[in-house]
């Protein structure tokens, strides 16, 4: 391969680097693009089965890992981080849409019109992928929305993927505990994606309900009120739309979809605060979230494809901040590999601790 397509990768602390050959000028139509292509390959994955389902699945894997690993984009310039991006909005509510109508779709295929066993596995793998990386993303960007209607949107597609509790538990308390032993979204140094998710899934549920109760009892509202009441009751409405649109396969593929969505889930929260946490000063107080808590991941393609989740870190430092105005901070610590890359090792923990612990102890002792 001709050497300014190639990427240079630093071994030592997971430091990538890259030669910049490419310049991004169009960086809306780039994230349009990534996102909103896979859209029409499920949606055909679901209706013809065979090769779509193939070309569904090597998109959200193989396509790309190679363009994040051969083609070396320059990083575009975040936008202003003041600016209004409609068009940004526009495509929020897309995808929003987007999600739901593919999600039924693929549950009245599975139930309606069975596609034979290889071609459903693959389905739902490829759709899981998706819904948990882009939908994920885009229901993320949506909760930080100061809008109603656009926070509605975000809530209602995680209630889809049973994961409604995201929308307070993200807000209230990973923004306020990251990279401390209180957050239940913050890995640990040592400890493995499998100990850590069904701890980081009910500590999440807890915590989160917990910080409604209190804000509900400060303002004098009723339990009515609750979001929970909206999370439980939507998810129930999810699992008897689900029967009622593909009967008892189509409930079993629903429940498998978001079984593997939430994985992606998180796996996104393991990978990007691993065994990073802020220290306590000498009055007892916690540093406050800086740069160095959270691990950045600079392969163009995927932060595309995840509306630029991957810049976690500026994320972390300006929550309300849209994600084209998401910088590289190079004070954060960043992955050796694309955050998909990383999410897969880390469903091996042998390999992940091998590959990040060291990384992790030299960051934290610098």
């Not at 890359?341 to 990040?356: D, F, G, Q, T």
Request: one cysteine or more; glycine letters at 8%.
């Amino acid at each position: 391969m001709p050497a300014p397509f190639a990427a240079k990768r630093r071994a030592d602390d997971g430091i990538a680097e890259a030669n910049p050959t490419l310049t991004c000028r169009f960086p809306m139509l780039l994230f349009a693009f990534a996102t909103l292509l896979p859209l029409p390959l499920l949606a055909l994955a679901a209706l013809q089965g065979g090769v779509w389902v193939l070309a569904a699945l090597l998109y959200m894997t193989v396509f790309t890992y190679l363009l994040d690993q051969l083609v070396v984009i320059a990083q575009p310039q975040a936008a202003d981080p003041t600016a209004e991006f409609p068009a940004a909005d526009a495509l929020c509510v897309m995808l929003g849409i987007g999600h739901l109508a593919l999600l039924a779709l693929i549950v009245w295929t599975i139930g309606q019109r069975p596609l034979g066993l290889p071609s459903t596995i693959g389905l739902v793998a490829a759709a899981g992928l998706y819904f948990g990386q882009v939908s994920n993303s885009n229901a993320h960007e949506l909760i930080h929305k100061g809008g109603h209607g656009l926070h509605r949107l975000g809530q209602w597609v995680y209630i889809s993927m049973l994961y409604g509790h995201h929308t307070s538990a993200h807000v209230l308390i990973h923004h306020r505990l990251v990279a401390t032993p209180d957050d239940p979204a913050t890995a640990r140094l040592g400890e493995g994606f499998w100990a850590y998710a069904p701890r980081a899934w009910i500590g999440a549920f807890r915590a989160g309900m917990q910080a409604e109760t209190a804000r509900l009892d400060r303002v004098g509202r009723s339990t009515w009120h609750h979001p929970y009441v909206v999370y439980l009751g939507g998810g129930a409405a999810m699992l008897i739309a689900a029967f009622a649109l593909g009967g008892v396969r189509g409930f079993a593929g629903y429940l498998a979809l978001v079984a593997y969505a939430q994985v992606q889930l998180l796996l996104s929260d393991y990978v990007q605060h691993y065994g990073l946490m802020r220290k306590t000063g000498p009055d007892g107080k916690l540093e406050p979230v800086g740069a160095r808590h959270s691990w950045n991941a600079p392969h163009w393609f995927s932060a595309a494809l995840m509306l630029n989740a991957p810049r976690h870190a500026d994320h972390h430092a300006h929550p309300a901040r849209p994600f084209p105005a998401l910088n590289i901070d190079k004070a954060s610590p960043t992955l050796p590999r694309s955050l998909p890359a990383m999410a897969s090792l880390a469903l091996v923990p042998p390999l992940w601790r091998r590959v990040m612990d060291r990384r992790v102890r030299r960051w934290t002792q610098a």
